[in-house]
């Protein structure tokens, strides 16, 4: 039985009374100065589950319309509006009513005392909430977040001290997502060492964790080839042996010799190029036993040593970076562009000049964008069943999703060449200068493009993630004001550095109406405004290149050294 003392302790205050009010006697303060509340959906749902803490209300004048007018709780009451809760816990305030001070003194106090959990705290007690019988649906519903946000907060909580420690020396604060990404490598202090310096120079969590996971699957990949290689028989070198030849050139040169047959010579072996660790060239160390006999030697002639060691290591870094890139890429594409509930702008004004000028990625992948894993993957809630109901600016985003799907099928999927897309001096199934195009528009629909993306983007050749290739770096190679070329400048490798395409974000804006169809030679667009159907115009005399637009033959040189 409680004392008098604790009685009197428990005891509510005389001016706060605890009630159940209904939403319609309640109603946001005349004198709030919050401007922004920032009603998301799964700060809706969260409150429709479950209100953690009552709202702090106190009467309102007889006139007011409402018994009760909120202190603390705005953004409560208008979610609760919104998910249609009939009523509200409140702990009402009488004293409040005859203090207006305290009524603007409390917004600030009540907002100062209040401190956000760091995601990794946030991480850690829904982790051991799951560890104390709650489900993953019940978590979702109780904080309103994702089933992708629940599964990755779950994960960072799963994370080592080894992991929590990566995750400080970043210098960032990582959200659930990026805390999940580590977890990939949670024990393996080399990987999380070099994870964490590339973050801390600049590098995306995703970008630098798909650069190191790519480097492990190739390690591991060449490891158990060697091994294959070995159980068969064949002698794997560093390089290709004084006075060998390799497998291909003596089936040019040799008369009769068969490649097919080669394994069972004596001298039958393999090396690695050091830029592909994935493919195994088969030499002969004995070539004068198939009649031939190499007119120099063929290790000064082939060997991976006479070339430059620097470009070699460009090549190498520039396609682990190409495959990072493309990962981090998708997941904008997908998440962040196409979950839009509108296309960005110049997108009608893109589709209509990617349709009317065919780049060679869409002339081969358009027909059977459709129907690829990768539309998908992009796609996500898009679909053709919208078409009838969709407004104009979805619509936009239909449009864009078969070329966005030829062009990525492109530059990241289409054999193995696609790994060769940054690079001049070699075939891919995307060109640099139409890999420029695509990357250009994402840009400026608001991407932050990675180092080597940047660098096809604005036609400069790619030397490492360390260089500013952002446009403004760039020297255009025509004066203004000449015709003549203007000396090209080398870049941090030795190459000529190929020129700035003049990458203008408003080059399809009108500069009287500020319309980006107009300038483009188009109407606006029908459901915009009031303006009559769309119709084609003729484009202006003195209209620049759109923003993607980069001149094949002029933006882009070869790294020249760089071997295949």
Not at 376 to 389: D, Q, Y
Request: aromatic share 6%; charged share 25%; net charge negative.
């Amino acid at each position: 039985m409680a004392t008098s003392e604790e009685t009197t302790i428990l005891a509510a205050p005389e001016h706060q009374t605890l009630a159940e009010i209904p939403l319609a006697q309640l109603d946001l303060s005349p004198i709030n100065k919050r401007k922004e509340y920032k009603i998301t959906a799964g700060f809706r749902r969260s409150v429709k589950e479950k209100l953690k803490h009552p709202l702090i209300v106190y009467p309102a004048p007889p006139d007011a319309g409402v018994a009760y007018w909120v202190h603390d709780g705005n953004r409560r009451l208008l979610a609760a509006r919104e998910e249609n809760r009939p009523t509200l816990t409140c702990v009402i305030d009488r004293k409040l009513a005859e203090d207006p001070a305290e009524q603007y003194i409390g917004q600030v106090t009540t907002a100062e005392q209040r401190e956000d959990l760091t995601p990794q705290e946030k991480a850690d007690a829904l982790f051991e909430a799951m560890k104390a019988g709650a489900s993953k649906s019940g978590i979702r519903r109780s904080t309103g977040f994702s089933s992708e946000t629940v599964n990755a907060a779950l994960k960072a909580g799963a994370l080592t001290a080894q992991g929590r420690q990566a995750a400080q020396a970043t210098q960032y604060d990582l959200d659930f997502e990026e805390l999940a990404l580590l977890a990939e490598f949670d024990g393996d202090q080399a990987a999380m060492d070099q994870i964490t310096n590339m973050i801390n120079h600049g590098r995306k969590v995703k970008y630098a964790v798909e650069y190191v996971k790519t480097e492990r699957q190739e390690a591991a990949a060449h490891t158990a080839l060697v091994a294959e290689l070995a159980q068969a028989g064949v002698p794997v070198t560093d390089d290709l042996p004084e006075g060998a030849e390799r497998v291909d050139t003596l089936s040019r040169l040799a008369e009769g010799f068969d490649p097919e047959t080669h394994n069972t010579c004596p001298g039958h072996g393999a090396f690695f190029w050091s830029y592909n660790k994935q493919r195994p060239v088969f030499y002969c160390a004995t070539p004068q036993a198939h009649g031939y006999t190499p007119a120099e030697s063929s290790a000064t002639r082939s060997s991976p040593k006479t070339a430059d060691p620097e470009a070699r290591k460009i090549v190498i870094t520039g396609n682990k970076a190409w495959k990072a890139a493309a990962a981090v890429r998708h997941d904008w594409l997908a998440q962040r562009l196409f979950a839009r509930s509108t296309a960005p702008r110049h997108t009608l004004a893109f589709v209509t000049q990617m349709l009317m000028t065919m780049p060679e990625p869409l002339r081969d992948r358009l027909g059977g964008a459709a129907n690829s894993q990768l539309h998908a993957k992009l796609a996500g809630r898009l679909s053709v069943e919208a078409i009838p109901t969709a407004r104009a600016g979805k619509l936009h985003l239909l449009g864009l999703l078969p070329i966005a799907v030829a062009f990525e099928h492109q530059m990241t999927a289409a054999g193995q060449e696609w790994k060769s897309t940054w690079r001049t001096d070699k075939w891919s199934p995307c060109s640099p200068a139409d890999a420029a195009i695509w990357l250009r528009y994402l840009i400026e629909a608001g991407y932050e493009a990675c180092p080597i993306e940047l660098a096809v983007a604005h036609g400069l050749p790619y030397v490492g993630d360390d260089v500013d290739y952002s446009a403004s770096s760039a020297e255009p190679v025509m004066a203004d004001d000449s015709e003549e070329p203007a000396a090209r400048e080398t870049d941090l490798a030795g190459e000529e550095a190929a020129p700035d395409a003049g990458y203008n974000p408003d080059a399809f804006v009108d500069p009287e109406t500020d319309d980006v169809l107009a300038a483009a030679g188009l109407a606006a667009d029908a459901d915009a405004d009031d303006s009559p159907p769309p119709q084609i115009a003729d484009a202006p005399e003195d209209q620049d290149d759109p923003p993607w637009q980069v001149d094949d033959e002029e933006q882009f040189d070869d790294l020249g050294q760089v071997s295949a």
